[in-house]
């Protein structure tokens, strides 16, 4: 009976303006702190680091954030169709993973002598054959995404390892080549894919009518299946899509790597929080492509700076995982509700 | 009936609807039909079978039993895709707006212009075009890039509105629009649906206030019970008339009157104010009185019970419970000061469906059951069958899971925990919903026994032969203020009703828009 507490907006109840107030100090401060320590940390690390702020350095970081980045668009997606809801919403737990067994297919593939013809589909189909599995535990049987892709992401991995025995596999190729090599202007080629693939990425999703139902299906299912959209249908394809990704980023990762390197699981943190902050570089805090791209750069610059600082990268993922908790806390405080 | 002439002038006919809901019937022969071109309202009380009935048209129930014609075709079976298709359209109450969504992308989901030639969404076409419908249907100058989130009520409820006239549909259905509306804003909604009907659109127009029935309406079917009783044109039938048929008179021998002795003050509020839900409540109850209060929806009687119980905080005025002035500011103080509540969601906040009868049952009290931090569980399991007992509970044994009783012994339950509390005080929200006649007897011989033993009882109900008897007194509340107070032996449930449903506005002329 919700509808019990419905108020009666003339009423003019103070109780909701001071809420009102709080919410958009709440999104305020969301958007303003983020671009405001964004700026911080570039100023921060320019001024130490005088070699920080150059076209070079800013390619490099772009060119060695395009995996994550290429990942981090995937996981956005899914968190955009399945809503942003830190417990029951989207989530895809298993694209660290499914880097790993794309790379490791590729590797594999073209070690054992197959082209790129054969070796690209291949870890292309992984990835996306990863999703479907993801779409079919959370549409079809209806698994919380955060259980149902923490599954998937330990079946993968154990899978990788299978396949790779735990080694690494080495994989050289012309076209692996082009990709590690540096473009114009002495940026590495990697950087340009992040720009190309944020772009087309970003095209569908925020401007076809695909993406703006990919947000009504996230945000408020009722309103979608009330306007006659094919929920389960688009969150299916969420998982799909960042399957696709993974399986992307495989073939990044071995082209950044020279080969499938074990350990591609330490990427789930740096992943989610990407993802997660995509929502405060938005104007309506919600996660975008675009904001994904520039919270990609923000932790890929945090990253760098560090190296050039000489300071220890361990402490890298300890300040990952504040800046997640300080991401959800504040979206949760921003949606006047707490996970609890 | 079924003449050929008199169905083709129907856009709507269900007849003789019936379904059933686990034993329980919601809906028992209803009959609903509605020419076309023409405004009919539904009304009827809680618990008569109107959102059933709704539900049942839009496809989201099957009936159990009759048939549903529409322009003269009848229908097996209904989706909620077919219902669409056929031109039939809802407005509910809950507004299914994107949140973070303009104005423009709510109002096109699913059908969203595309720039020509190309897979991408035409925003310029989207904010002109939502900004030229709004203008057109009800000249409002709403920015289309305003955010869905920023809206008042009502703005979101002209969106929704336009999204569905945007499907041209032949039938739509407004389900109790105004609960969230002040007067003014239903004034304009008011306009809008006459303009729609002479557009020769047909509305069904859901509400329980019997003014604004009367108001729009050309004609007016009520449930009770789950039948219709009647189709009257409202604007020639008294809205006492009305009321009276909204209500079922021939139960009252269902009531137990007991005698209880009536003691100290046990409840006492002075100036209780909550803004936006009530203002100004003063209310005095004694050991051994049962007290009724009654409303709408939004007249604020569910936030002063919230209030007294410490689920919400009010703004102003005295909460005096046995003497000790002071606001309960949580629950857990209310229950500290001997207050019981039990609630109308009896599955969500009154029994945990999952745990046993004796578990629910000592829930609130495990502490006189407790000793050196232990349960003693034989105490427990005597005071839980003394219990059952006297409430005749129908359960198999005291760990048969809550689950497995029906709602009436649930309803039990729910009260037990509070009786095996000792509580002094007690808040009953609805008590007797969803519970069959011989539980319900039961639970009111339960109160009047409360009574006797000096309990004071607040009864919440918009059951109003109930509240008429089994309470002492009554107090309405009509848009959050307290407009009367009844003797309950002196009046009758259409009294009541005609005071809660604001029927005397229209008499008297003025607008009670209060607080």
Redesign the interface.
């Known amino acids: 009976?919700?509808?019990?507490?419905?108020?009666?907006?003339?009423?003019?109840?103070?109780?909701?303006t001071t809420k009102g107030i709080g919410r958009w100090l709440a999104g305020f401060a969301l958007r303003g702190g983020s671009l405001l320590a964004f700026a911080a940390v570039l100023t921060f690390f320019s001024v130490s680091a005088p070699f920080f702020f150059t076209l070079g350095n800013i390619g490099n970081v772009l060119g060695q954030s395009a995996i994550l980045g290429v990942l981090a668009i995937g996981l956005t997606i899914v968190i955009i169709g399945g809503g942003s809801n830190v417990v029951k919403g989207g989530i895809d737990l298993s694209l660290a993973a499914n880097l790993g067994l794309s790379a490791a297919v590729y590797a594999t593939l073209i070690s054992a002598g197959y082209g790129d013809s054969v070796a690209i589909p291949g870890a292309l189909a992984t990835g996306v054959l990863i999703g479907i599995v993801n779409a079919i535990a959370v549409v079809v049987f209806g698994i919380v995404p955060l259980l149902a892709t923490l599954a998937v992401m330990n079946v993968v991995a154990g899978l990788e390892l299978v396949l790779t025995q735990n080694t690494v596999v080495s994989a050289s190729t012309d076209f692996l080549s082009v990709l590690s090599s540096y473009g114009p202007f002495d940026i590495p080629v990697l950087a340009y894919v992040l720009v190309i693939f944020t772009v087309l990425a970003g095209?569908v999703v925020q401007?076809?009518?695909l993406?703006?139902?990919l947000?009504?299906v996230g945000?408020?299912p009722?309103?979608?299946r009330?306007?006659?959209?094919p929920v389960r249908r688009i969150v299916a394809g969420s998982y799909i899509a960042s399957g696709l990704c993974g399986g992307l980023a495989g073939i990044l990762s071995v082209a950044y790597l020279s080969g499938s390197t074990t350990g591609a699981g330490e990427m789930l943190l740096p992943v989610v929080v990407t993802a997660l902050l995509s929502v405060v570089f938005s104007r309506?805090?919600?996660p975008t492509i675009g904001g994904t791209l520039l919270s990609t750069l923000l932790v890929g610059f945090l990253t760098n700076g560090f190296q050039l600082l000489n300071i220890s990268s361990t402490l890298v993922s300890g300040i990952q995982g504040v800046l997640i908790l300080l991401v959800v806390a504040a979206t949760s405080l921003q949606h006047g509700k707490g996970a609890v | 009936m079924s003449s050929a002439t008199e169905t083709g002038n129907l856009a709507l006919a269900l007849r003789q609807l019936v379904k059933h809901f686990n034993g329980v019937q919601a809906l028992s022969g209803a009959t609903l039909e509605v020419e076309r071109g023409t405004v009919h309202g539904l009304i009827g009380q809680n618990g008569a079978g109107k959102s059933t009935l709704i539900k049942i048209l839009a496809g989201l129930y099957q009936p159990d039993e009759g048939t549903i014609e529409i322009d003269g075709v009848t229908h097996e079976r209904l989706t909620a895709?077919d219902v669409?298709k056929l031109g039939i359209h809802f407005i509910h109450?809950?507004r299914?707006?994107?949140?973070?969504?303009t104005v423009g992308?709510a109002l096109f989901?699913?059908r969203?212009p595309?720039l020509a030639g190309l897979?991408?969404?035409d925003r310029r076409a989207i904010r002109r075009q939502a900004e030229k419908i709004l203008d057109k249907y009800f000249g409002l100058k709403l920015p289309a890039n305003a955010?869905i989130s920023e809206l008042?009520?009502?703005q979101k409820q002209i969106v929704q509105i336009t999204?569905a006239l945007l499907d041209k549909p032949s039938i739509l259905v407004f389900d109790?629009p105004t609960?969230?509306?002040?007067?003014?804003?239903a004034d304009i909604l008011f306009d809008l649906i006459r303009r729609l009907r002479a557009d020769g659109i047909t509305i069904i127009y859901i509400s329980h206030y019997l003014n604004e029935i009367e108001a729009l309406c050309d004609r007016a079917t009520i449930l009770r019970n789950g039948k219709d009783v009647s189709t009257v044109d409202p604007r020639t039938t008294s809205a006492a008339k009305i009321a009276s048929l909204m209500v079922a008179r021939d139960i009252e021998e269902m009531f137990p009157k007991t005698a209880a002795t009536i003691g100290k003050p046990a409840l006492t509020t002075n100036a209780l104010t909550k803004?936006?839900?009530f203002r100004n409540v003063s209310l005095n109850m004694r050991e051994g009185e049962i007290v009724g209060l009654t409303g709408l929806?939004?007249s604020g009687a569910?936030?002063l019970v919230r209030v007294l119980f410490g689920l919400e905080a009010a703004?102003s005025g005295e909460i005096v419970i046995e003497g000790e002035n002071g606001r309960p500011r949580s629950p857990a103080a209310a229950v500290a000061r001997r207050l019981a509540l039990v609630p109308?969601?009896r599955r969500g906040d009154g029994v945990a469906l999952g745990l046993s009868v004796a578990e629910n049952t000592t829930l609130a009290s495990l502490k006189r059951f407790t000793r050196f931090g232990f349960l003693q569980s034989n105490r427990e399991h005597s005071e839980v069958d003394r219990l059952i007992e006297q409430l005749a509970i129908k359960t198999n044994g005291r760990f048969a899971p809550v689950r497995t009783l029906s709602g009436g012994n649930q309803q039990k339950v729910a009260l037990a925990k509070w009786l095996s509390r000792q509580s002094s005080l007690y808040i009953l929200d609805e008590p007797t919903v969803g519970v069959d006649i011989g539980s319900k007897v039961e639970i009111y011989n339960l109160i009047g026994k409360l009574a006797e033993r000096g309990a004071a009882i607040l009864v919440l109900s918009s059951d109003l032969p109930e509240l008429v008897g089994i309470t002492d007194r009554i107090l309405v509340l009509y848009?959050?203020v307290v407009t009367r107070e009844f003797i309950s032996s002196e009046t009758t449930p259409d009294a009541i009703l005609a005071e809660a449903t604001g029927a005397l506005d229209l008499r008297s002329g003025e607008h009670r828009?209060v607080?």
């Open positions: 009976m919700s509808s019990d507490i419905d108020t009666l907006p003339a009423y003019g109840s103070g109780g909701d095209a401007f076809t009518p993406g703006l139902r947000y009504a945000e408020f009722e309103a979608a009330a306007a006659g959209l309506r805090l919600v | 895709h669409e109450q809950d299914l707006l994107v949140p973070s969504f992308e989901l699913g969203e595309r897979p991408f969404l955010l008042t009520t009502a999204r109790e609960a969230a509306l002040v007067r003014r804003e803004a936006g839900k929806l939004g569910k936030d703004d109308e969601d848009r959050g828009n607080v």
